[in-house]
């Protein structure tokens, strides 16, 4: 299933070759499922017996990729991982960490999967990632529990100000850097992890209009999912509807040499196979 995020409403999603297509979950449940993406977190069996029943040909109703705002506004923690593939913590320069590298992206950072961003300086770099959303909450997750913890995913943008991000060489502020308006673009929708065949294996891909800037996959992943999950609850509770940035592959714009950041007037386009695109414009 996909789970969209429209007029503050959750809503079903079927998109076609054709045309984007979706259902109130509220209205066709007839108010028994809720109309908060993430309180219909705790209630995905419930959602799955009334996708069973939809007819989309009667019920659905035809919407433009510009009115699906971020899957999740008000997650408790956005939680993200820095050098998690080898290749690109060789193309920054910074050795792989031994236990993942955490740092937080802030909730007012966070965007729809069709949305416009304003440039605060000149060194606006692109990191596309897998975003998987949190389902049932908990502390002291083990691994091989740590899957059925997990909702879904979504397709990620970490957009970084590398002026901010490295503006005090002995602390660089990542999280601040990584978190002006618009820099933690989410979507296009939660995709429900039932869904998602291998999300060890799925392809990701950044490109600035039809430049090809990222290609990699979560194959690579320094620490996996799994570990990631425990490595977190065994400091802070998970909660439903936490947003975990897993890191991204090799491409990003601070590791070119000379090297490159987004313009006034680029438009970014980062898609995951099986989970969609977002695409971000840039003034």
């Known amino acids: ?22 259902i109130d979950i509220g209205s066709a449940s007839e108010g028994q499922l809720p109309t ?42 956005i939680l993200a991982v820095g050098m998690n593939y080898q290749d690109h913590a060789d193309e920054v320069d910074i050795a792989t960490p031994d236990s993942p590298a955490i740092f937080t992206k802030f909730q007012s950072s966070l965007t729809g999967a069709d949305s416009d961003v304003a440039l605060p300086s000149a060194s606006v ?17 083990s691994q091989d529990r740590a899957w059925n913890h997990i909702a879904g995913y979504a397709v990620g943008q970490d957009l970084s100000c590398r002026e901010l991000q490295f503006a005090a060489t002995s602390a660089p502020q990542f999280s601040l850097g990584k978190s002006y308006e618009g820099f933690a673009p989410i979507g296009p929708w939660i995709t429900t992890a039932e869904e998602v065949e291998d999300p060890t294996n ?7 209009g039809d430049e090809i800037l990222q290609q990699g996959t979560t194959a690579k992943l320094v620490f996996d999912i799994p570990t990631l999950i425990e490595h977190f609850s065994s400091v802070i509770e998970l909660r439903p509807g936490d947003l975990i940035f897993t890191g991204t592959p090799h491409g990003v714009g601070f590791g070119r040499d000379p090297q490159v950041f987004l313009r006034s007037g680029d438009t970014l386009t980062s898609s995951i196979s099986g989970l969609g695109s977002i ?5």
């Open 202 to 208: 799925l392809e990701i891909n950044c490109r600035r």
């Open 36 to 77: 908060s993406t993430k309180a219909l977190l705790a209630r995905i069996g419930d959602l799955k017996k009334l996708s069973r029943r939809i007819d989309w040909a009667v019920e659905a109703v035809e919407v433009q990729s510009e009115s699906l705002q971020t899957p999740i506004p008000d997650p408790s923690q």
């Open 125 to 141: 770099d692109w990191e596309a990632e897998l975003v998987a959303v949190i389902g049932e909450g908990g502390r002291q997750i």
């Open 279 to 283: 695409v971000q414009r840039f003034h």
């Open 1 to 22: 299933m996909k789970i969209a995020r429209i007029d503050n409403r959750a809503h079903l999603i079927h998109d076609t070759a054709e045309a984007l297509l979706a």
